[in-house]
């Protein structure tokens, strides 16, 4: 009988991140399950594998997003269009990362967990939660993806229907609080990806009573070269690799480093407290009830000043990437397209001195900006522009424009459940194409930086188009 051997992408994932990790290719199924370690190590596998997931959520996606453009890295030049081909590398590589944490988790729950007898509750609530998290990224950022190696193709309702359930295995086995008000919130993203506004709400307000301050991030080691990319593009690179939409200027860089790059690697945020009034907030305001969606919002602004803000030095950003040369670089004001009265603060002369860094969340909103939001567009109008600005760098936005990526031609080659209507790309009709979400002219003379499109008026004026704004009919 043939020796079955652990792929060297499960074994890869298995390694913890330290340095006396050596990926040995030749290692057999058996000998790793008699590991007396196994289920801790593969827990810190899983870990390692969702970071290099979410680099690859978090470049991909903000690219076809308003939020950056590709000033002049190596990353997709067509994302910004945006173009996504089902035979696109990036398209492909995305996938890859996705499925291979799907099935690292499904091999811990079938084979690892059940094999060590020292596997802790723990150990077995992230598996359950790393599975639920890789069908959640599957649901929201594709426009289908098998279950399972080379298994059905599922919609992203029957994705996101099976994170709730794994979420429901997490939440049972976990003994830690703020891990369980983590998965609760999940299941609060899950219900309202789903359209269902009673459970949203449900699971967003007990997310809310488990944990207010809540805070989940995926960890990066640059010692051992698991970076940070979206760092590397926003900040440590030699050139300035991503460029933000100018009216988002005053939030870049997230994600930043001091003294080496590599001993200071920021981690990416998945779950926080912020996302339990928006959606809460989304679901009233969906009801008609203004008031208390009003309020939601309020208490959002609340929990975002609150959140940690540093000073950085980022006198080297020149946004001199090279693909466009028209950034502007001093103070001036921004107008978000053309019929908005110029607004400052938007833009900052980081030649100045240090600017000011949100690690977590940051807004230009204000409580006197929601009271002035008086019918249903213009709160959800705010509510859109929060989230933008929220979620900014974290790989969030292209789902809330109603853009999917489709299933990749390797897939495809693969996989004779692949239909034809799973290669082609979810891209709404209203979506400005010719890279018009990232347009801009600059006024020098008169110091205003203008916007082609304010992308959150654009979504709420199709606010009933299928693609998005779940809650609303």
Not at 391 to 409: N, Y
Request: proline fraction near 5%; aromatic fraction near 8%; charged fraction near 20%.
């Amino acid at each position: 009988m043939k020796k079955r051997y652990i792929t060297a992408a499960l074994f890869a994932g298995m390694l913890a991140m330290d340095s006396c990790s050596v990926l040995n290719p030749n290692v057999t199924e058996p000998v790793f399950l008699e590991n007396p370690n196994a289920a801790a190590s593969w827990v810190t596998g899983l870990r390692r594998q969702l970071a290099l997931t979410m680099n690859q959520v978090v470049v991909s996606t903000e690219l076809v997003s308003d939020n950056y453009y590709n000033n002049r890295t190596l990353s997709s030049k067509v994302f910004d269009i945006p173009q996504i081909d089902y035979y696109d590398l990036d398209v492909n590589n995305l996938q890859i990362q996705i499925q291979r944490l799907r099935e690292m988790s499904e091999y811990g729950l079938g084979k690892v967990l059940p094999a060590d007898p020292a596997a802790t509750a723990a150990d077995s609530a992230e598996v359950y939660f790393s599975s639920a998290y890789a069908h959640m990224l599957s649901g929201e950022l594709f426009v289908a993806l098998p279950g399972s190696a080379g298994g059905p193709v599922l919609t992203p309702a029957e994705h996101l229907q099976k994170a709730v359930r794994q979420l429901d295995q997490a939440i049972a086995l976990s003994k830690n609080a703020t891990e369980t008000a983590a998965y609760t919130l999940l299941k609060a993203r899950a219900y309202y990806a789903l359209g269902d506004a009673a459970n949203a709400a449900k699971f967003a307000a007990a997310a809310i009573n488990n944990n207010g301050t809540l805070l989940r991030q995926v960890k990066y080691d640059g010692v051992n070269n698991v970076t940070n990319d979206m760092q590397t593009y926003l900040f440590s690179s030699t050139n300035n690799e991503f460029a933000p939409l100018p009216r988002l200027d005053f939030l870049d860089p997230k994600y930043f480093h001091t003294g080496l790059a590599a001993n200071d690697q920021k981690p990416v945020t998945i779950v926080k407290a912020e996302e339990s009034w928006l959606i809460l907030a989304e679901t009233q305001i969906a009801a008609g009830n203004l008031t208390e969606g009003r309020s939601s919002l309020k208490q959002l602004l609340q929990v975002v000043a609150n959140r940690p803000a540093v000073m950085a030095d980022d006198k080297k950003e020149t946004r001199n990437g090279g693909n466009r040369t028209d950034y502007p670089l001093k103070a001036v004001q921004v107008k978000f397209d053309a019929n908005d009265t110029p607004r400052s603060n938007y833009v900052l002369d980081r030649q100045a001195g240090n600017v000011k860094v949100y690690t977590v969340s940051g807004t230009m909103v204000t409580d006197g900006d929601l009271d002035a939001a008086i019918t249903e567009d213009q709160l959800l109008y705010m509510l859109y522009r929060l989230r933008q600005e929220i979620f900014i760098a974290e790989g969030r936005r292209m789902t809330d424009l109603g853009i999917k990526f489709p299933v990749s031609q390797t897939e495809q080659l693969n996989n004779p459940h692949v239909k034809q209507e799973h290669l082609k790309a979810q891209i709404p009709a209203f979506i400005p194409l010719g890279r018009g979400m990232d347009d801009f002219t600059y006024d020098k003379a008169n110091g205003v930086v203008t916007m082609k499109y304010d992308m959150n008026a654009v979504l709420v004026k199709n606010k009933h188009a299928k693609e998005i704004f779940p809650l609303i009919p």
